[in-house]
């Protein structure tokens, strides 16, 4: 018997949590010569409430084509600008991390490093117990950054061409800790950031 895939053992993991995942997987070869001629694409995606889970990991031979990442997201109706994305500081940021800006709270600047392509700094919204939930999730989830991107994520319908909130990591969360950890933790901080910046 063969063992079960990271693929399989989340979306069997997500219907236990009381959820029920949609799940796709695929796997296309080209005849066409060239570098392009494989692709393969999977995700869970899941409904929590007005929030999304998803989990998604693309693989294609073409270069920027690949990638995978899992998270928390949801719409948000707003005027304040999207194109935001916020992570844990580090060191490294500081030669890793370009568009940097400061929110001049010394809670938020201490811990986090926050960047966008303009002056709305969405960060300012953050609370400090926001702040200290997302460094606590970080400790298990790591990377994990909050985003607040316009039409950031296609495979949703429901997100399509709207402002998107959300946390995200930047590989496939599937073991039961870290998962439980976005299903709880990470659901509540994104229902509070959407109630926030609304």
Known sequence: MEEPTAF?????????????????????RFVLPGPDRFNRTKFVLARTGDLFFLASDSYGTKQYTSGTFTGIYSAVDTDIY?????YKKEWTDRFFRVNKIKTGI???D????????????????????????????????????IIFENDYISTIESLAGKKVIGLETNYWVYEDKE????????????SRFVATWR
């Not at 966008?116 to 990377?143: C, G, T």
């Not at 998962?179 to 994104?190: C, H, I, M, N, Y």
């Open 82 to 86: 999207a194109g935001c994305r916020i």
């Open 110 to 145: 201490s811990n986090l490093t926050v960047t966008s392509l303009s002056d709305h700094n969405v960060a300012l919204l953050l609370k400090q117990n926001d702040v200290n939930e997302f460094l606590e999730l970080h400790e298990l989830i790591s990377p994990l950054k």
């Open 106 to 108: 010394d809670y938020i």
């Open 179 to 190: 998962l439980d950890a976005l299903l709880v933790s990470g659901v509540e901080l994104v």
């Open 8 to 28: 399989e053992i989340l979306a069997e993991r997500v219907k236990e949590r009381g959820l029920d995942p949609i799940t796709h997987r695929s796997e296309n």
